[in-house]
């Protein structure tokens, strides 16, 4: 994590069930992981767990273990309760405007879409 000036990345996690196919569209618009049941969390988690990335070899795949460790105890609740997670990530160039439209969907569809965390990078 960074300060807001220095940060790149804007990475959110977002939980939903129960949704039409155009919401699921919106929210996975920037999704760099879709997280649909526990075979497919642990199958990411070994796969990511070993980042080498430094410098200008830091690639996605990196970034990606990165999340998945920052949001991994509540992915893991969120499946539990039958949600699909996604990690969305957004460059800072977008500004706000992708988070404040996921936390409206979140407030809009109750605890059908939750915006569970916010981290940047």
């Given at each position: 994590m960074?300060?807001?000036?220095?940060a790149k990345?804007?990475?959110?996690?977002?939980?939903?069930?129960?949704i039409?196919?155009?919401?699921?569209?919106?929210?996975?618009?920037?999704?760099v992981?879709n997280?649909?049941?526990k075979?497919v969390f642990?199958r990411l988690?070994?796969k990511?767990?070993?980042?080498?990335?430094?410098g200008?070899?830091?690639?996605?795949?990196?970034?990606i273990?990165?999340y998945?460790?920052?949001?991994?105890?509540?992915?893991s609740?969120?499946?539990?309760?039958?949600?699909?997670?996604?990690?969305?990530?957004v460059?800072?160039?977008?500004?706000?405007?992708?988070?404040e439209l996921?936390?409206?969907l979140d407030i809009?569809?109750?605890?059908?879409?939750?915006v569970?965390d916010?981290?940047e990078?």
């Amino acid at each position: 994590m960074t300060s807001s000036s220095t940060a790149k990345y804007k990475v959110m996690l977002v939980a939903y069930k129960d949704i039409e196919p155009r919401v699921k569209n919106i929210i996975t618009k920037h999704s760099v992981c879709n997280i649909k049941d526990k075979n497919v969390f642990d199958r990411l988690l070994q796969k990511q767990t070993n980042y080498q990335g430094s410098g200008r070899n830091f690639n996605l795949n990196d970034r990606i273990g990165i999340y998945l460790g920052w949001f991994k105890d509540k992915i893991s609740e969120k499946l539990e309760e039958g949600y699909i997670l996604d990690i969305i990530e957004v460059h800072k160039s977008y500004g706000n405007t992708r988070e404040e439209l996921l936390k409206a969907l979140d407030i809009e569809y109750g605890d059908d879409i939750l915006v569970l965390d916010i981290q940047e990078l």
